[in-house]
Protein backbone atom coordinates (compact mmCIF):
# COMPACT_ATOMS: atom_id res chain seq x y z
CA UNK A 1 0.00 0.00 0.00
CA UNK A 2 1.53 3.30 -0.90
CA UNK A 3 0.32 7.25 -1.34
CA UNK A 4 1.49 9.01 -4.80
CA UNK A 5 1.55 12.79 -5.56
CA UNK A 6 1.98 14.18 -8.68
CA UNK A 7 2.13 18.49 -9.37
CA UNK A 8 2.92 20.53 -12.24
CA UNK A 9 2.68 24.43 -10.80
CA UNK A 10 4.46 27.80 -11.62
CA UNK A 11 7.27 27.67 -9.23
CA UNK A 12 9.21 25.52 -6.91
CA UNK A 13 6.92 22.17 -6.23
CA UNK A 14 9.41 20.40 -3.86
CA UNK A 15 7.32 21.98 -0.43
CA UNK A 16 3.87 21.60 -1.75
CA UNK A 17 4.97 17.67 -2.72
CA UNK A 18 6.27 17.33 0.94
CA UNK A 19 3.16 18.86 2.95
CA UNK A 20 1.56 16.54 0.39
CA UNK A 21 2.95 13.48 1.06
CA UNK A 22 2.61 14.13 4.77
CA UNK A 23 -1.08 14.23 4.45
CA UNK A 24 -0.79 10.94 2.71
CA UNK A 25 1.97 9.50 5.09
CA UNK A 26 -1.24 6.87 6.43
CA UNK A 27 -1.02 5.08 3.04
CA UNK A 28 2.83 4.28 4.00
CA UNK A 29 5.52 4.36 6.78
CA UNK A 30 8.34 2.90 5.17
CA UNK A 31 10.59 5.24 2.82
CA UNK A 32 9.25 8.25 1.17
CA UNK A 33 10.52 9.79 -2.27
CA UNK A 34 10.56 12.88 -4.33
CA UNK A 35 11.37 13.57 -8.06
CA UNK A 36 11.12 16.85 -9.46
CA UNK A 37 11.85 18.23 -13.32
CA UNK A 38 13.91 21.33 -14.42
CA UNK A 39 13.97 21.42 -18.09
CA UNK A 40 14.87 18.19 -19.29
CA UNK A 41 16.86 17.06 -15.74
CA UNK A 42 15.60 15.04 -13.13
CA UNK A 43 16.02 15.35 -9.33
CA UNK A 44 15.40 13.09 -6.95
CA UNK A 45 16.24 11.99 -3.21
CA UNK A 46 14.40 9.04 -1.45
CA UNK A 47 15.05 6.73 1.37
CA UNK A 48 13.59 4.62 4.26
CA UNK A 49 11.54 6.69 7.27
CA UNK A 50 8.83 8.72 7.78
CA UNK A 51 8.23 11.78 5.17
CA UNK A 52 9.61 14.46 8.18
CA UNK A 53 12.53 12.28 8.77
CA UNK A 54 13.82 11.54 5.39
CA UNK A 55 13.91 15.26 4.07
CA UNK A 56 15.93 17.39 5.33
CA UNK A 57 16.91 21.34 4.49
CA UNK A 58 20.02 20.16 1.75
CA UNK A 59 17.65 17.60 0.21
CA UNK A 60 14.58 19.64 -0.27
CA UNK A 61 17.29 22.83 -1.95
CA UNK A 62 18.08 19.97 -4.27
CA UNK A 63 14.74 19.00 -5.48
CA UNK A 64 14.46 22.02 -8.17
CA UNK A 65 11.30 22.50 -10.51
CA UNK A 66 8.07 23.43 -11.60
CA UNK A 67 6.76 19.87 -11.50
CA UNK A 68 7.22 16.67 -10.08
CA UNK A 69 5.97 13.25 -8.14
CA UNK A 70 6.42 11.97 -5.43
CA UNK A 71 5.97 8.76 -2.85
CA UNK A 72 5.21 7.40 0.56
CA UNK A 73 5.78 3.34 1.11
CA UNK A 74 5.22 0.40 2.86
CA UNK A 75 6.52 -2.70 1.22
CA UNK A 76 3.86 -5.40 -0.04
CA UNK A 77 5.93 -8.57 0.99
CA UNK A 78 7.16 -7.20 3.81
CA UNK A 79 10.80 -5.82 2.18
CA UNK A 80 12.55 -3.24 3.30
CA UNK A 81 15.15 -2.56 0.84
CA UNK A 82 15.68 0.75 0.13
CA UNK A 83 16.57 0.35 -2.64
CA UNK A 84 13.20 -0.17 -3.59
CA UNK A 85 12.17 3.40 -2.19
CA UNK A 86 10.42 5.31 -5.00
CA UNK A 87 10.34 6.97 -7.14
CA UNK A 88 12.06 4.77 -9.83
CA UNK A 89 14.64 6.34 -12.90
CA UNK A 90 15.14 4.95 -16.10
CA UNK A 91 16.81 6.89 -18.84
CA UNK A 92 15.92 5.53 -21.78
CA UNK A 93 13.85 6.46 -24.04
CA UNK A 94 13.07 10.71 -23.36
CA UNK A 95 14.21 9.60 -19.44
CA UNK A 96 11.58 8.67 -17.04
CA UNK A 97 10.39 8.83 -13.48
CA UNK A 98 7.33 7.16 -11.58
CA UNK A 99 5.70 6.51 -8.66
CA UNK A 100 2.93 3.36 -7.94
CA UNK A 101 0.68 2.50 -5.97
CA UNK A 102 -0.82 -1.07 -6.25
CA UNK A 103 0.72 -4.51 -6.81
CA UNK A 104 1.28 -6.41 -10.44
CA UNK A 105 0.32 -9.81 -10.34
CA UNK A 106 2.39 -10.84 -13.13
CA UNK A 107 5.69 -8.78 -12.40
CA UNK A 108 7.60 -11.85 -12.57
CA UNK A 109 6.95 -12.78 -15.78
CA UNK A 110 7.23 -9.57 -16.91
CA UNK A 111 10.67 -9.48 -15.34
CA UNK A 112 11.74 -12.07 -17.72
CA UNK A 113 10.03 -10.39 -20.84
CA UNK A 114 11.93 -7.28 -20.01
CA UNK A 115 15.62 -9.15 -20.17
CA UNK A 116 14.31 -11.66 -22.87
CA UNK A 117 12.68 -9.68 -25.54
CA UNK A 118 12.73 -6.28 -24.84
CA UNK A 119 16.43 -5.95 -23.67
CA UNK A 120 16.03 -4.25 -20.41
CA UNK A 121 17.75 -5.00 -17.12
CA UNK A 122 15.62 -4.84 -13.70
CA UNK A 123 17.70 -4.33 -10.78
CA UNK A 124 15.14 -4.82 -8.02
CA UNK A 125 12.67 -7.00 -7.22
CA UNK A 126 10.22 -4.06 -7.26
CA UNK A 127 6.93 -4.95 -9.45
CA UNK A 128 7.18 -0.91 -9.49
CA UNK A 129 10.68 -1.04 -11.24
CA UNK A 130 9.04 -3.69 -13.71
CA UNK A 131 5.93 -1.06 -14.81
CA UNK A 132 8.26 1.70 -15.34
CA UNK A 133 10.59 -0.43 -17.85
CA UNK A 134 7.30 -1.95 -19.51
CA UNK A 135 6.03 1.80 -19.42
CA UNK A 136 9.75 3.08 -20.99
CA UNK A 137 9.26 0.28 -23.61
CA UNK A 138 5.61 0.90 -24.85
CA UNK A 139 6.31 4.42 -24.96
CA UNK A 140 9.87 3.81 -26.94
CA UNK A 141 7.73 1.26 -29.30
CA UNK A 142 4.99 3.78 -30.05
CA UNK A 143 7.17 6.96 -30.54
CA UNK A 144 8.10 7.43 -34.81
CA UNK A 145 10.68 9.93 -34.30
CA UNK A 146 12.50 11.68 -31.35
CA UNK A 147 9.59 13.82 -29.90
CA UNK A 148 6.29 12.64 -28.10
CA UNK A 149 2.47 13.53 -28.37
CA UNK A 150 -0.32 12.91 -26.03
CA UNK A 151 -1.41 10.31 -29.44
CA UNK A 152 1.54 8.47 -28.91
CA UNK A 153 1.96 8.69 -24.86
CA UNK A 154 -2.13 7.29 -24.50
CA UNK A 155 -0.87 4.06 -27.47
CA UNK A 156 1.57 3.14 -24.74
CA UNK A 157 -0.63 3.00 -22.25
CA UNK A 158 -3.03 1.67 -24.17
CA UNK A 159 -0.15 -1.47 -24.89
CA UNK A 160 0.85 -1.49 -21.13
CA UNK A 161 -3.05 -2.22 -20.21
CA UNK A 162 -2.76 -5.49 -22.57
CA UNK A 163 0.44 -6.70 -20.79
CA UNK A 164 0.01 -5.45 -17.00
CA UNK A 165 -2.25 -7.58 -14.65
CA UNK A 166 -2.53 -6.25 -11.16
CA UNK A 167 -3.75 -2.96 -9.50
CA UNK A 168 -1.77 0.05 -10.25
CA UNK A 169 -2.15 3.32 -9.98
CA UNK A 170 0.53 5.45 -11.37
CA UNK A 171 1.96 9.16 -11.34
CA UNK A 172 4.91 9.87 -14.11
CA UNK A 173 7.39 11.99 -15.43
CA UNK A 174 8.55 11.82 -19.05
CA UNK A 175 11.74 14.26 -19.42
CA UNK A 176 11.07 17.43 -21.46
CA UNK A 177 7.14 16.68 -21.96
CA UNK A 178 5.10 16.48 -18.63
CA UNK A 179 3.16 14.60 -16.21
CA UNK A 180 1.46 11.48 -16.83
CA UNK A 181 -1.06 9.57 -14.39
CA UNK A 182 -3.16 6.26 -15.37
CA UNK A 183 -5.26 3.78 -13.29
CA UNK A 184 -5.40 -0.02 -13.68
CA UNK A 185 -8.67 -1.06 -16.29
CA UNK A 186 -10.15 -2.71 -12.50
CA UNK A 187 -10.00 1.04 -10.55
CA UNK A 188 -8.68 -1.37 -7.43
CA UNK A 189 -6.76 1.67 -6.21
CA UNK A 190 -7.73 5.32 -5.99
CA UNK A 191 -6.51 7.95 -7.83
CA UNK A 192 -7.81 11.40 -8.08
CA UNK A 193 -7.25 15.08 -10.36
CA UNK A 194 -7.20 18.76 -9.08
CA UNK A 195 -6.22 22.34 -9.75
CA UNK A 196 -5.28 25.61 -8.39
CA UNK A 197 -6.14 28.60 -10.48
CA UNK A 198 -3.44 31.58 -10.27
CA UNK A 199 -2.38 34.70 -11.83
CA UNK A 200 -0.14 32.59 -14.01
CA UNK A 201 -2.99 29.95 -15.03
CA UNK A 202 -3.99 26.59 -13.70
CA UNK A 203 -1.74 24.31 -11.25
CA UNK A 204 -2.56 20.83 -11.19
CA UNK A 205 -2.08 17.79 -9.00
CA UNK A 206 -3.03 14.48 -9.01
CA UNK A 207 -3.15 12.31 -5.61
CA UNK A 208 -3.80 9.00 -4.13
CA UNK A 209 -6.88 10.63 -1.94
CA UNK A 210 -8.80 14.27 -2.39
CA UNK A 211 -7.43 14.77 1.00
CA UNK A 212 -3.90 15.88 -0.12
CA UNK A 213 -5.92 17.86 -2.97
CA UNK A 214 -7.64 19.86 -0.36
CA UNK A 215 -5.02 20.40 2.01
CA UNK A 216 -2.92 21.85 -0.39
CA UNK A 217 -5.59 24.15 -1.20
CA UNK A 218 -6.23 23.03 -4.71
CA UNK A 219 -10.07 21.86 -5.96
CA UNK A 220 -11.05 18.46 -6.37
CA UNK A 221 -11.77 18.15 -9.92
CA UNK A 222 -12.54 14.39 -10.05
CA UNK A 223 -11.49 10.53 -10.16
CA UNK A 224 -9.43 9.87 -12.38
CA UNK A 225 -11.75 7.01 -14.04
CA UNK A 226 -10.43 3.07 -14.35
CA UNK A 227 -8.20 2.36 -17.58
CA UNK A 228 -7.95 6.40 -18.52
CA UNK A 229 -4.46 7.95 -18.89
CA UNK A 230 -4.40 11.75 -18.15
CA UNK A 231 -1.06 13.96 -19.41
CA UNK A 232 -0.58 17.47 -18.64
CA UNK A 233 2.59 18.82 -20.91
CA UNK A 234 4.87 21.45 -19.88
CA UNK A 235 2.76 24.36 -20.69
CA UNK A 236 0.11 23.04 -18.48
CA UNK A 237 -2.46 21.45 -20.94
CA UNK A 238 -4.65 18.57 -20.45
CA UNK A 239 -5.18 15.88 -22.68
CA UNK A 240 -6.85 12.63 -21.37
CA UNK A 241 -7.86 8.92 -22.93
CA UNK A 242 -9.75 6.07 -21.80
CA UNK A 243 -6.91 3.52 -22.45
CA UNK A 244 -8.15 0.44 -21.45
CA UNK A 245 -10.72 -2.00 -23.83
CA UNK A 246 -13.32 -3.24 -21.40
CA UNK A 247 -12.53 -1.04 -18.05
CA UNK A 248 -14.94 -1.53 -15.00
CA UNK A 249 -14.98 0.34 -11.81
CA UNK A 250 -13.96 -2.05 -8.78
CA UNK A 251 -12.59 0.05 -6.24
CA UNK A 252 -10.82 -1.68 -2.75
CA UNK A 253 -13.17 -2.06 0.13
CA UNK A 254 -10.68 -1.93 2.53
CA UNK A 255 -9.88 1.23 1.21
CA UNK A 256 -13.29 2.52 2.93
CA UNK A 257 -12.48 0.30 5.66
CA UNK A 258 -9.30 1.01 6.94
CA UNK A 259 -6.91 2.37 4.87
CA UNK A 260 -8.20 5.83 3.50
CA UNK A 261 -8.43 8.84 5.63
CA UNK A 262 -12.23 9.41 6.57
CA UNK A 263 -11.84 12.91 5.25
CA UNK A 264 -10.96 11.68 1.58
CA UNK A 265 -13.74 11.06 -0.96
CA UNK A 266 -13.12 7.97 -3.24
CA UNK A 267 -14.72 7.22 -6.41
CA UNK A 268 -17.41 9.50 -5.41
CA UNK A 269 -17.94 7.85 -1.77
CA UNK A 270 -17.25 9.78 1.52
CA UNK A 271 -14.89 7.34 3.47
CA UNK A 272 -16.73 8.93 6.52
CA UNK A 273 -19.81 9.07 5.47
CA UNK A 274 -18.98 4.92 3.86
CA UNK A 275 -18.45 4.44 7.52
CA UNK A 276 -21.37 5.85 9.60
CA UNK A 277 -22.99 3.42 7.49
CA UNK A 278 -20.69 0.37 8.45
CA UNK A 279 -21.62 1.25 11.84
CA UNK A 280 -25.67 1.41 10.97
CA UNK A 281 -25.99 -2.10 9.33
CA UNK A 282 -23.33 -3.55 12.51
CA UNK A 283 -26.08 -2.18 14.98
CA UNK A 284 -28.76 -3.50 12.83
CA UNK A 285 -27.11 -7.36 12.78
CA UNK A 286 -26.53 -7.01 16.94
CA UNK A 287 -29.52 -6.21 17.82
CA UNK A 288 -30.89 -9.34 15.56
CA UNK A 289 -28.07 -11.43 17.81
CA UNK A 290 -27.39 -10.17 20.75
CA UNK A 291 -29.54 -9.17 23.49
CA UNK A 292 -28.06 -5.56 23.98
CA UNK A 293 -29.43 -4.72 27.28
CA UNK A 294 -26.36 -6.54 28.42
CA UNK A 295 -23.93 -3.96 27.09
CA UNK A 296 -23.23 -0.97 28.98
CA UNK A 297 -20.89 0.91 26.67
CA UNK A 298 -19.74 0.95 23.62
CA UNK A 299 -15.95 1.92 22.34
CA UNK A 300 -14.04 2.34 19.57
CA UNK A 301 -10.46 1.03 19.12
CA UNK A 302 -8.90 4.57 17.66
CA UNK A 303 -9.05 5.52 15.22
CA UNK A 304 -10.50 3.76 12.17
CA UNK A 305 -13.15 2.41 13.40
CA UNK A 306 -14.57 5.54 15.54
CA UNK A 307 -17.38 6.54 12.92
CA UNK A 308 -18.76 2.79 12.67
CA UNK A 309 -18.78 3.12 16.85
CA UNK A 310 -20.66 5.91 16.82
CA UNK A 311 -23.35 5.51 14.72
CA UNK A 312 -23.72 1.87 16.35
CA UNK A 313 -24.22 3.29 19.61
CA UNK A 314 -27.08 5.67 17.87
CA UNK A 315 -28.58 2.74 16.34
CA UNK A 316 -28.70 1.31 19.24
CA UNK A 317 -29.52 3.79 22.00
CA UNK A 318 -25.79 2.72 23.96
CA UNK A 319 -23.50 5.04 25.89
CA UNK A 320 -20.45 6.14 23.66
CA UNK A 321 -17.02 6.23 25.51
CA UNK A 322 -13.57 6.88 24.82
CA UNK A 323 -12.10 3.99 26.85
CA UNK A 324 -8.92 4.01 25.30
CA UNK A 325 -6.10 7.05 24.05
CA UNK A 326 -4.18 6.76 21.12
CA UNK A 327 -0.25 7.86 21.13
CA UNK A 328 -0.34 9.42 18.10
CA UNK A 329 4.11 8.63 17.97
CA UNK A 330 3.37 5.35 17.10
CA UNK A 331 3.22 4.00 13.69
CA UNK A 332 0.25 1.58 12.46
CA UNK A 333 0.17 -1.03 13.87
CA UNK A 334 -1.02 -3.33 10.42
CA UNK A 335 1.43 -1.66 8.68
CA UNK A 336 4.29 -2.62 10.96
CA UNK A 337 6.55 -5.75 9.87
CA UNK A 338 6.47 -8.59 12.32
CA UNK A 339 4.14 -10.10 14.44
CA UNK A 340 6.31 -9.47 17.83
CA UNK A 341 6.56 -5.70 16.97
CA UNK A 342 3.21 -5.68 16.09
CA UNK A 343 2.34 -7.04 19.68
CA UNK A 344 4.89 -4.68 21.44
CA UNK A 345 3.68 -1.48 19.89
CA UNK A 346 -0.05 -2.19 20.55
CA UNK A 347 0.44 -1.07 24.47
CA UNK A 348 2.37 1.13 23.51
CA UNK A 349 0.04 2.87 20.91
CA UNK A 350 -3.10 2.50 23.07
CA UNK A 351 -3.44 3.01 26.62
CA UNK A 352 -6.78 2.31 28.52
CA UNK A 353 -9.05 4.79 31.13
CA UNK A 354 -9.54 2.21 33.75
CA UNK A 355 -12.63 4.05 35.39
CA UNK A 356 -14.66 3.81 31.59
CA UNK A 357 -13.70 -0.17 31.88
CA UNK A 358 -14.47 -1.03 35.90
CA UNK A 359 -17.17 -3.31 36.23
CA UNK A 360 -18.89 -2.68 33.17
CA UNK A 361 -19.80 -4.74 29.99
CA UNK A 362 -18.27 -3.30 26.86
CA UNK A 363 -18.78 -3.70 23.34
CA UNK A 364 -15.15 -3.11 21.58
CA UNK A 365 -15.84 -1.67 17.55
CA UNK A 366 -12.37 -2.10 15.53
CA UNK A 367 -12.67 -1.43 12.07
CA UNK A 368 -11.46 -5.09 10.90
CA UNK A 369 -9.72 -8.04 12.16
CA UNK A 370 -6.53 -8.99 10.54
CA UNK A 371 -3.97 -11.29 12.53
CA UNK A 372 -5.70 -10.98 15.54
CA UNK A 373 -2.44 -9.99 17.50
CA UNK A 374 -3.57 -6.66 18.32
CA UNK A 375 -7.38 -7.54 19.27
CA UNK A 376 -6.00 -10.20 21.45
CA UNK A 377 -4.17 -7.49 23.61
CA UNK A 378 -6.50 -5.08 23.44
CA UNK A 379 -9.33 -7.25 24.66
CA UNK A 380 -6.79 -8.59 27.85
CA UNK A 381 -6.14 -4.07 27.69
CA UNK A 382 -9.78 -4.01 28.62
CA UNK A 383 -9.65 -7.03 31.26
CA UNK A 384 -7.16 -5.55 32.78
CA UNK A 385 -8.54 -2.22 33.14
CA UNK A 386 -11.89 -4.03 34.64
CA UNK A 387 -14.50 -4.77 32.28
CA UNK A 388 -16.81 -7.47 33.30
CA UNK A 389 -17.29 -9.07 29.69
CA UNK A 390 -15.56 -7.67 26.61
CA UNK A 391 -17.70 -8.12 23.15
CA UNK A 392 -15.67 -7.33 20.40
CA UNK A 393 -17.42 -6.25 16.96
CA UNK A 394 -15.65 -5.74 13.81
CA UNK A 395 -17.21 -3.60 11.36
CA UNK A 396 -15.42 -5.12 8.48
CA UNK A 397 -16.25 -8.81 7.55
CA UNK A 398 -13.24 -12.45 8.24
CA UNK A 399 -10.00 -11.20 6.44
CA UNK A 400 -10.24 -14.78 5.22
CA UNK A 401 -7.81 -15.04 1.89
CA UNK A 402 -4.49 -12.67 1.11
CA UNK A 403 -4.85 -9.24 -0.93
CA UNK A 404 -2.38 -9.38 -4.05
CA UNK A 405 -2.89 -5.97 -5.17
CA UNK A 406 -0.92 -3.95 -2.75
CA UNK A 407 -2.00 -4.57 0.94
CA UNK A 408 0.36 -6.31 3.12
CA UNK A 409 -1.28 -9.67 3.87
CA UNK A 410 0.14 -12.11 1.80
CA UNK A 411 -0.23 -15.64 3.47
CA UNK A 412 -2.80 -17.20 4.61
CA UNK A 413 -1.32 -18.73 8.17
CA UNK A 414 -1.48 -14.79 9.06
CA UNK A 415 -4.72 -14.69 9.09
CA UNK A 416 -7.00 -15.17 12.11
CA UNK A 417 -9.89 -15.87 10.01
CA UNK A 418 -8.29 -18.27 7.62
CA UNK A 419 -9.76 -21.79 8.40
CA UNK A 420 -11.30 -21.02 11.68
CA UNK A 421 -15.07 -20.70 12.74
CA UNK A 422 -15.99 -17.30 14.36
CA UNK A 423 -16.27 -19.01 17.66
CA UNK A 424 -12.68 -20.20 17.55
CA UNK A 425 -11.57 -16.63 16.31
CA UNK A 426 -13.11 -15.40 19.18
CA UNK A 427 -11.43 -18.03 21.57
CA UNK A 428 -8.24 -16.97 20.48
CA UNK A 429 -8.62 -13.70 21.07
CA UNK A 430 -10.01 -14.17 23.90
CA UNK A 431 -13.11 -12.46 24.16
CA UNK A 432 -16.17 -13.08 25.45
CA UNK A 433 -18.06 -12.77 22.44
CA UNK A 434 -17.30 -11.60 18.50
CA UNK A 435 -19.70 -10.59 15.97
CA UNK A 436 -18.65 -9.29 12.44
CA UNK A 437 -20.17 -7.39 9.57
CA UNK A 438 -21.98 -9.11 6.74
CA UNK A 439 -19.94 -8.68 3.47
CA UNK A 440 -23.27 -7.85 2.05
CA UNK A 441 -23.97 -5.28 4.41
CA UNK A 442 -20.12 -3.95 3.93
CA UNK A 443 -20.83 -3.27 0.24
CA UNK A 444 -24.60 -1.23 1.27
CA UNK A 445 -22.50 0.78 3.58
CA UNK A 446 -20.76 2.56 0.04
CA UNK A 447 -23.06 1.66 -2.39
CA UNK A 448 -25.55 3.50 -0.27
CA UNK A 449 -23.29 6.87 -0.27
CA UNK A 450 -22.34 6.57 -4.36
CA UNK A 451 -25.04 3.74 -5.81
CA UNK A 452 -22.84 4.22 -9.15
CA UNK A 453 -20.34 2.04 -7.27
CA UNK A 454 -21.54 -1.84 -7.61
CA UNK A 455 -18.73 -4.09 -7.71
CA UNK A 456 -15.78 -4.02 -5.50
CA UNK A 457 -12.68 -5.82 -4.86
CA UNK A 458 -13.07 -7.33 -2.18
CA UNK A 459 -10.50 -10.31 -2.30
CA UNK A 460 -9.49 -10.45 1.28
CA UNK A 461 -13.42 -11.11 2.11
CA UNK A 462 -14.62 -13.37 -0.41
CA UNK A 463 -11.58 -15.14 -2.35
CA UNK A 464 -12.39 -13.59 -5.41
CA UNK A 465 -9.80 -11.84 -7.19
CA UNK A 466 -10.95 -10.21 -10.14
CA UNK A 467 -8.12 -9.40 -12.77
CA UNK A 468 -9.02 -13.30 -12.84
CA UNK A 469 -5.53 -14.75 -12.94
CA UNK A 470 -4.78 -15.59 -9.18
CA UNK A 471 -4.40 -19.60 -8.51
CA UNK A 472 -4.01 -21.34 -5.40
CA UNK A 473 -0.20 -22.19 -7.27
CA UNK A 474 0.88 -18.42 -7.56
CA UNK A 475 -0.52 -18.03 -3.53
CA UNK A 476 1.16 -21.05 -2.20
CA UNK A 477 4.23 -18.95 -4.39
CA UNK A 478 3.80 -15.85 -2.38
CA UNK A 479 3.83 -17.73 1.12
CA UNK A 480 6.56 -19.53 0.25
CA UNK A 481 8.61 -16.26 -0.89
CA UNK A 482 7.91 -14.56 2.06
CA UNK A 483 8.10 -17.44 4.31
CA UNK A 484 11.79 -17.93 2.47
CA UNK A 485 13.40 -14.21 1.87
CA UNK A 486 16.44 -14.20 -0.05
CA UNK A 487 19.43 -13.35 2.12
CA UNK A 488 20.88 -10.02 1.55
CA UNK A 489 24.41 -9.54 0.38
CA UNK A 490 25.89 -8.80 4.23
CA UNK A 491 24.30 -11.68 5.10
CA UNK A 492 25.95 -14.12 2.29
CA UNK A 493 29.21 -12.73 3.36
CA UNK A 494 29.19 -13.06 6.67
CA UNK A 495 28.39 -17.41 6.29
CA UNK A 496 30.52 -17.14 3.66
CA UNK A 497 33.22 -16.09 5.96
CA UNK A 498 32.07 -18.46 9.05
CA UNK A 499 32.21 -21.45 6.19
CA UNK A 500 36.24 -20.32 5.46
CA UNK A 501 37.07 -19.40 9.00
CA UNK A 502 35.36 -23.27 10.31
CA UNK A 503 37.66 -24.85 7.31
CA UNK A 504 41.00 -23.29 8.55
CA UNK A 505 39.92 -24.53 12.22
Known sequence: MCGVVGLVGHGAVNQQIYDALLLLQHRGQDAAGIATNHGDTFSMYKANGLVRDVFRTRNMRSLPGNAGIGQVRYPTAGSSNEEEAQPFYVNAPFGITLAHNGNLTNWEQLKIEMFKNDRRHINTDSDSEVLLNVLAHEIQEAATGFSLDPATIFRAVSQLHKRVRGSYAVVAQ????????????????????????????????????????????????????????????????????????????????????????????????????????????????????FRTGEIDVVMPIPDSSRPAAMELALKLNLSYREGFIKNRYIGRTFIMPGQAVRRKSVRQKLNAI????????????????????????????????????????????????????????????????????????????????????????????????????????????????????????????????????????????????????????
Do not use: W
Open 174 to 289: IAGYGLLAFRDPFGIRPLCIGFSETENGPEYMIASESVALEGLGFRFLRDIIPGEAIFIDNDRKLYNLQCAENPTLNPCAFEFVYLARPDSVIDGASVYASRLKMGEYLAEKIRRE
Open 354 to 505: ASEFRGKNVLLVDDSIVRGTTSREIVQMAREAGAKKVIFASAAPPVKYPNVYGIDMPTRDELIAHGRTDEEICREITADALIYQDLADLKRSISDVNPAINSFEASCFDGIYITGDISRDYLDRIEYARNHPKPVLEDVVRSQLNLNLARVD
